[in-house]
């Protein structure tokens, strides 16, 4: 059997003993973990190198593991969750969501996916933090911290951009390790940058837990 290695966690697939079967696919032919290959809609590789993923990596992102990307654009609005250059387009199998692989979002979602790294704070804590600056025609609006955890008018107008209120925006709530908030970067294209902007402007902090800090 071909070996492979997983492309977000670096396992490597031990084939199945003689005899046994595998537990999501049946198949004696499979790994000891089983291999999912990224070969529709769902599931990409944003690399393009075409590499595998293990069922622990795939089962993590589809239950919400890793860095969440929202994106409205011309009144439609996009829904990936991404993790070690895989993506996961929810437009692909929820009808609330376009799917992005046939969309004018993709060379976007690839830039966000493929620039995103990870910042150590120190020796166990991280922030997958996603790119910076202008990106395909989107740029930058700010960088902070959201949290569900306290009702703020900061939070409220960030939510309200995270549906689209205020136009043309996107959002990538990052993975990290603190409990009370979680990191997040926003864009907008240039003809709503200064819209988005005004939409956060005298709401960027909360009283614990979140803020933001807008570039001018």
């Known amino acids: 059997m071909k070996s492979y290695t997983c492309g977000s966690c670096g396992e490597k697939f031990k084939p199945l003993k003689k005899g046994e079967?595998?537990?999501?696919c049946g198949d004696e032919q499979c790994w000891e973990v089983h291999a999912e290959f990224p070969d529709d809609d769902f599931l990409f590789d944003a690399t393009g190198k075409n590499r595998v993923l293990c069922h622990y990596c795939y089962e993590s992102m589809d239950n919400g593991y890793g860095n969440a990307l929202l994106i409205h654009l011309d009144g439609k609005q996009y829904k990936l969750v991404y993790m070690g250059g895989f993506g996961m387009d929810f437009g692909a199998v929820d009808g609330d969501f376009e799917p992005a692989g046939v969309g004018p979002v993709l060379d976007f979602v690839k830039a966000v996916i493929n620039g995103t790294s990870l910042r150590?704070?120190?020796?166990?804590?991280?922030?997958?933090?996603?790119?910076?600056?202008?990106?395909?025609g989107w740029e930058e609006v700010g960088s902070g911290w959201h949290s569900s955890m306290e009702g703020s008018d900061f939070v409220d107008a960030v939510n309200e951009c995270s549906c689209g209120k205020?136009?043309?925006?996107?959002?990538?709530?990052?993975?990290?390790?603190?409990?009370?908030?979680?990191?997040?970067?926003?864009?907008?294209?240039?003809?709503?940058?200064?819209?988005?902007k005004a939409a956060l402007r005298g709401k960027e902090a909360a009283p614990s837990y979140a803020?933001?800090?807008?570039l001018d």
């Open 211 to 214: 803020g933001i800090t807008i």
């Open 21 to 24: 079967k595998c537990d999501e």
């Open 166 to 196: 205020h136009g043309d925006f996107a959002i990538v709530f990052e993975r990290g390790s603190n409990v009370c908030s979680q990191p997040m970067t926003l864009y907008a294209p240039k003809s709503n940058l200064e819209r988005i």
């Open 120 to 136: 150590r704070i120190d020796a166990w804590r991280g922030i997958q933090e996603a790119p910076r600056g202008k990106i395909n």
